[in-house]
Nanobody, 125 residues
Framework: QVQLVESGGGLVQAGGSLRLSCAAS????????MGWFRQAPGKEREFVAG????????YVADSVKGRFTISRDNSENTVALQMNSLKAEDTAVYYC??????????????????WGQGTQVTVSS
C-alpha cells in the first residue's frame, strides 16, 4: 500500500507557473505508474499526465501538452508536475495517483489504486 500527499498548489495569475509535488510513503514506489489528474467544479475528473515506473516514458494530455511536464525521483519517492503558461481553465483540484497493476500509463482513473487528498490550483485571469 502507498500513501500519497500532494503539495504546491495555490493562486497564480494567468501565464504564471506552479510546481506540484507528490510524496509517497512505502518502499515500493518504483513499482507504480504515477499519474496526475484534476477535477474542476461541476466537471469529471480529468487525466493530466502520467509517467512510467522508471520515469523514461511520459504521457501528457493534449489540453496541457507543451505547458505541463511530469517527472519522478524514485530515490526520493516523489513525482512532480511542472505547470507553465497557466490558464484560467487549468483551475481545479489536482490529484496524484498510483497504479499498481502493470507498467502501462493510462488516462483511465479507474485503473489507479491509490489517490492523494488533492491540492487546489487557482489561476486568475
Amino acid at each position: 500500500q502507498v500513501q500519497l500527499v500532494e503539495s504546491g498548489g495555490g493562486l497564480v495569475q494567468a501565464g504564471g507557473s506552479l510546481r506540484l509535488s507528490c510524496a509517497a510513503s512505502g518502499r515500493t514506489f518504483s513499482s507504480y505508474v504515477m499519474g496526475w489528474f484534476r477535477q474542476a467544479p461541476g466537471k469529471e475528473r480529468e487525466f493530466v499526465a502520467g509517467i512510467s515506473r522508471g520515469g523514461s516514458a511520459t504521457y501528457v494530455a493534449d489540453s496541457v501538452k507543451g505547458r505541463f511536464t511530469i517527472s519522478r525521483d524514485n530515490s526520493e519517492n516523489t513525482v512532480a508536475l511542472q505547470m507553465n503558461s497557466l490558464k484560467a481553465e487549468d483551475t481545479a483540484v489536482y490529484y496524484c495517483a498510483a497504479k499498481r497493476l502493470d507498467g502501462v500509463i493510462t488516462p483511465n482513473a479507474n485503473q489507479y489504486n491509490y489517490w492523494g487528498q488533492g491540492t487546489q490550483v487557482t489561476v486568475s485571469s
